[in-house]
């Protein structure tokens, strides 16, 4: 089973909604090998996901259960196969671990936008974004996890 981990900031809206976006696409595809989570460079701990992601991964057919953030840590990260910074920033607060990149490194997409803060429709973007680019991202994993 290969880990992949997301990383934004707090891992309470990008992180998890790119997690639960990945996770139903790789199930869709009928791909059993991955494993998905989700971790923030400055989480609380046990956060909920915020109600406006949530509403934006509903609106997208996505379930998600309960959330509790998670803090990124050295030994988490080293026990992922990949880690996938949403932001270049978040990438350099990880100090470049092997296993990691950016999001756009693997897909041309850009940063994803942080909307913690906005509104529904920031955060619906944002869902958007990450789908997009996840698509991408879905059909290359095999060859990146080889």
């Known amino acids: ?12 809206c990008r992180s998890p909604m790119a997690e639960h976006i990945l996770r139903e696409k790789l ?5 059993q090998d991955y494993s998905v989570i989700s971790m923030g ?21 996505i379930d ?5 953030s998670t803090q990124a840590t050295e030994e988490l990260i080293k026990s992922c196969d990949l880690v996938i910074a949403l932001t270049y920033r978040h990438l350099m607060q990880l100090n470049f671990p092997t296993n990691a990149t950016a999001l756009d490194a693997l897909t041309g997409c850009g940063d994803i936008i942080d909307p913690y803060g906005g509104t529904k429709e920031e955060y619906i973007y944002c869902a958007r974004e990450l789908e997009k680019a ?9 060859e990146i996890l080889r």
Do not use: W
Not at 27 to 31: A, D, E, L, P, T
Not at 64 to 68: A, F, Q, S, T, V
Not at 134 to 142: E, G, Q
């Open 1 to 12: 089973m290969k880990i992949i981990a997301f990383v934004c900031t707090g891992n309470t």
């Open 27 to 31: 199930n869709s595809r009928g791909y």
């Open 41 to 61: 460079t400055y989480a609380a701990v046990e956060e909920d996901i915020s109600q406006y992601a949530r509403e934006a991964l509903g609106a997208m057919g």
């Open 64 to 68: 998600l259960g309960r959330h509790c």
């Open 134 to 142: 996840l698509d991408i991202l879905v059909d290359k994993l095999p």
